[in-house]
């Protein structure tokens, strides 16, 4: 059956993945294994069950793409410095006798702090490799999720500085994706809406739930050397794969999971916006999909989602337990556009959680679509009474 896939664009890293994007894709699985059907075996920790073998000339291609944007990281930090000071300079005469809110001064100061920690973790990860360069796998992953939940934090508490950012969390973390059934893995599916979504997700996955996030990525963070650098010691799927289908690839990680392991994808493929949505409704209907392409009319605040990566996670991890996550206030943060008219932020970015443990999740990938559907109709119900005039919506 015929799905939309998250689309995906960008050169392979050195384990043969390669980069995720928004631009809409399309695919096809073959159906779930029956349940009596035997499953690839758990893979430790810091690794997928598979990985596809490295191309000839891989390993060179990354460590080239690693030296750019590290240069380019080297020279854009002074730049972003001088523009910091020139623009709270030039701004001072008018935001001190307004007592205006500085927001120039704050977005350059942010995008300097984020230099500077991206900085900081290319310098810890080499002195990581430095100390134990013949570390295993395992200890490598475990050493580069703790860095990346300190740099994420790091990041959060500047944005909560500058920008004024409060999260609140319904119910707290722990609650949401510990009860019941503490070893079980996860698969964490998030509305993608607002600028730097994914990064708070991961924060709060990380530090706040205590989970070791196996990711989903888009091809454009590969342009960070501190992510391409980290991400790639950690179990991590980069579409579209070379020499594998997409959900082969999805698949491979979800297979791969063991407890407190959280698969995170945003089966929506990018951020809301109003031009998206009617894309994917008219995609629906090019496909014959008339019920689910009505249904997706019907959705005002959320993208229907591209349910092809979804449905493999399932097949391949059928004891896992899913976990759904919408979030509002970052919507509104839809561009940088909006970004200069709404920050700082002016109330609350709320994040909610729901879990659906693995024995509530119907058999078989129709059944499976039409429930998926139905919980990004509950999300969308959600983020409706959330919403403020700004919110994106169809």
Same mark, same amino acid.
């Given at each position: 059956?015929?799905?939309?896939?998250?689309?995906?664009?960008?050169?392979?890293? @050195?384990?043969?993945?390669?980069?995720?994007?928004?631009?809409?894709?399309?695919?096809?699985?073959?159906?779930?294994?029956?349940?009596?059907? &035997? +499953?690839?075996?758990?893979?430790?920790?810091?690794?997928?069950?598979?990985?596809?073998?490295?191309?000839?000339?891989?390993?060179?291609?990354?460590?080239?793409?690693?030296?750019?944007?590290?240069?380019?990281?080297?020279?854009?930090?002074?730049?972003?410095?001088?523009?910091?000071?020139?623009?709270?300079?030039?701004?001072?005469?008018?935001?001190?006798?307004?007592?205006?809110?500085?927001?120039?001064? +704050?977005?350059?100061?942010?995008?300097?702090?984020?230099?500077?920690?991206?900085?900081?973790?290319?310098?810890?990860?080499?002195?990581?490799?430095?100390?134990?360069?013949? @570390?295993?796998?395992?200890?490598?992953?475990?050493?580069?999720?703790?860095?990346?939940?300190?740099?994420?934090?790091?990041? +959060?508490?500047?944005?909560?500085?500058?920008?004024?950012?409060?999260?609140? %969390?319904?119910?707290?973390?722990? @609650?949401?994706?510990?009860?019941?059934?503490?070893?079980?893995?996860?698969?964490?599916?998030?509305? *993608?809406?607002?600028?730097?979504? &994914?990064?708070?997700?991961? $924060?709060?996955?990380?530090?706040?739930?205590?989970?070791?996030?196996?990711?989903?990525?888009?091809?454009?963070?590969?342009?960070?050397?501190?992510?391409?650098?980290?991400?790639?010691?950690?179990? *991590?799927?980069?579409?579209? =794969? @070379?020499?594998?289908?997409?959900?082969?690839?999805?698949?491979?990680?979800?297979?791969?999971? +063991?407890?407190?392991?959280?698969?995170?994808?945003?089966?929506?493929?990018?951020?809301? %916006?109003?031009?998206? *949505?009617?894309?994917?409704?008219?995609?629906? /209907?090019?496909?014959? $999909?008339?019920?689910?392409?009505?249904?997706?009319?019907?959705?005002?605040?959320?993208?229907?989602?591209?349910?092809?990566?979804?449905?493999?996670?399932?097949?391949?991890?059928?004891?896992?337990?899913?976990?759904?996550?919408?979030?509002?206030?970052?919507?509104?943060?839809?561009?940088?556009?909006?970004?200069?008219?709404?920050?700082?932020?002016?109330?609350?970015? /709320?994040?909610?959680?729901?879990?659906?443990?693995?024995?509530?999740?119907?058999?078989?990938?129709?059944?499976?679509?039409?429930?998926?559907?139905? $919980?990004?109709?509950?999300?969308?119900?959600?983020?409706?009474? $959330?919403?403020?005039?700004?919110? =994106?919506?169809?």
């Amino acid at each position: 059956m015929s799905r939309l896939l998250p689309g995906a664009s960008g050169d392979p890293d @050195a384990s043969g993945h390669s980069d995720a994007a928004d631009a809409p894709a399309y695919g096809s699985r073959p159906a779930a294994a029956p349940a009596h059907e &035997s +499953r690839p075996a758990a893979a430790p920790v810091g690794r997928p069950a598979t990985r596809p073998a490295a191309r000839p000339g891989t390993a060179l291609l990354t460590a080239a793409r690693r030296t750019v944007t590290t240069a380019l990281l080297l020279a854009l930090i002074p730049v972003v410095a001088a523009v910091l000071i020139a623009v709270t300079v030039l701004g001072a005469p008018v935001s001190l006798p307004s007592r205006g809110p500085w927001r120039p001064s +704050r977005m350059v100061c942010f995008a300097l702090v984020y230099l500077l920690v991206d900085l900081s973790g290319l310098l810890a990860a080499t002195a990581l490799f430095l100390r134990a360069p013949r @570390a295993t796998r395992e200890r490598r992953a475990a050493e580069a999720f703790a860095l990346l939940a300190r740099l994420l934090a790091a990041l +959060r508490r500047s944005a909560e500085r500058l920008f004024r950012l409060r999260v609140e %969390t319904t119910p707290a973390p722990p @609650a949401a994706v510990r009860t019941t059934a503490p070893d079980t893995p996860l698969v964490v599916l998030v509305r *993608h809406a607002g600028l730097g979504d &994914s990064f708070l997700l991961l $924060q709060l996955l990380l530090t706040e739930a205590g989970l070791l996030p196996h990711t989903v990525l888009k091809g454009a963070l590969r342009a960070d050397p501190c992510l391409d650098v980290l991400l790639g010691r950690v179990p *991590h799927c980069f579409l579209p =794969p @070379a020499g594998h289908t997409a959900e082969d690839a999805i698949g491979a990680l979800a297979a791969g999971l +063991r407890p407190r392991d959280a698969l995170v994808i945003f089966p929506e493929g990018g951020n809301f %916006t109003p031009r998206r *949505h009617r894309r994917a409704v008219d995609a629906l /209907r090019r496909l014959g $999909q008339y019920r689910r392409a009505a249904r997706a009319a019907r959705l005002r605040y959320v993208l229907p989602p591209r349910d092809a990566g979804s449905l493999a996670i399932l097949a391949a991890a059928p004891t896992a337990d899913v976990v759904f996550v919408g979030h509002a206030g970052l919507d509104v943060i839809a561009s940088p556009r909006a970004a200069w008219s709404f920050l700082p932020f002016g109330g609350p970015v /709320r994040v909610h959680w729901w879990r659906v443990p693995a024995a509530e999740i119907p058999a078989g990938d129709a059944a499976r679509s039409e429930w998926l559907l139905g $919980q990004w109709e509950r999300m969308d119900r959600w983020t409706a009474a $959330q919403a403020v005039p700004a919110t =994106p919506h169809a």
